[in-house]
C-alpha cells in the first residue's frame, strides 16, 4: 500500500486528502496538532474531523505534531518513503499574521522549509504539492479597472482578466499583508526546490477554498461562517468596499481532485492558478441573499468602510493553465451545491 503524507490533516483541504486518498487505497499519514483551534477559538477545533476520519478508515494514521518541529518531523521522514506529499498546513489569517508575525512566518514559512528539506533528504523521489494562495498577489488584483453594478464590482468583458486572473500576473511592487508575505516566502521556496533539487513539486495558487469540513470562523473561511452567522443569527461585519467585493469558491474536494490529477502526471516546479472560476463566483452581498433565500432566514451585519489590508476587491480565478495541462480535470460541486452542502452541515 503506497502512503500519502497529508499536513494540516484535520483541516478542510487535509481532510478531504485524507478521505480522497484514503478511499483510493492509499495509506495515508495525516499530521495536525489542532493548531486551528489556538488561532480561532472553539470555532476552529478540528478535532471533530480527525475523530470522524480515525473512525471510518483503518489506512488512516494521525500524528500530533508541529510541522516547526524539525526533529518532530525528522523521524516521520525517516520511518516512511511516501508517494506524494500535500502540505496543506497553514496560518491562513491576514488578522492574525498582523498581530503574531514570528508564528505565522515560522508556521507558513518556515514550517514549508522544513517539510521540502525533509523530502529532499529522506524521500527525494516524492510529489511535493502545496497549497498556496492568490494572497501572494498582494492588492495588485486591485488595480484591474472595475465598474460597481448593484450588487457586485465587475471586470468589463472586454477586460482582460474578465475569464479570471492568471500566472502570469506580478507579485512584486504590491502591498501584500503578512500572511500573504509568509506564504510567498513559502510558495517561492517549494519552486525552488524544484528548479535547484529536482524535487517533483506543484504550487497551486487557490482562491476561497470552501466546503462542509471547514470549521469557519470570524477571521478566516468565508463562505463557512456566513452560513453559520445566518443559521445561528450571529452579527456579521463586512470589511469595506460596499459588501460588493467578489471571490471564487472552490469545493476542497475539487481542489483535491485537481492534485490527484498532478500526482499521476506531475510537471515539477509548475504554478497554477485554481479556484471556482467565473461561474463559481459571488459578491458578500450575493452570497448573503442566496443563504437567506435558501434558509428563510435574515442575517444581522454591518457594513465596515476600512478593508483589510491587502484584501481584494475582486478575484476570479483563471484555470485555463491547469486545464490545458490536465483536460481530465473539471469542477464538479456549483457554488449552489457548495452552500446547499455547508448549510446541511449544521442540521
Known sequence: MKKILVTGSSGLVGSEAVEFFCKKKFHVIGIDNNYRKKLFGISGDTRLNCLKLKKKFKNFTHINKDIRKYNDLKNIFKKNKFYAIIHAAAQPSHDWAASKPFVDFSINAVGTLNL???TRQFNSKSIFVYVSTNKVYGDTPNKIRLIEKKLRWEANAG????????ELMSIDNTLHS????????ADLMVQ???????????????GCITGPNHAGAKLHGFLNYLVKSVIQNKKYTIFGYKGKQVRDNIHSYDLINCFWEFIKKPTPG????IGGGRSNSCSIIEAIKLIEKKTGKKL???LSGQNRTGDHIWYITDNSKFQKKYNRWKIKYSLDSIIDQIISSFK
Open 192 to 206: 525552488e526546490y524544484a528548479k535547484n533539487f529536482k524535487i517533483k513539486t506543484g504550487i497551486f495558487r487557490a
Open 270 to 273: 509548475e504554478v497554477f492558478n
Open 116 to 118: 521540502l528539506e525533509l
Open 300 to 302: 444581522n451585519y454591518s
Open 178 to 185: 503578512l500572511f500573504g508575505v509568509s506564504k510567498c516566502s
Open 159 to 166: 477586460n482582460k482578466y474578465f475569464r479570471g486572473i492568471n
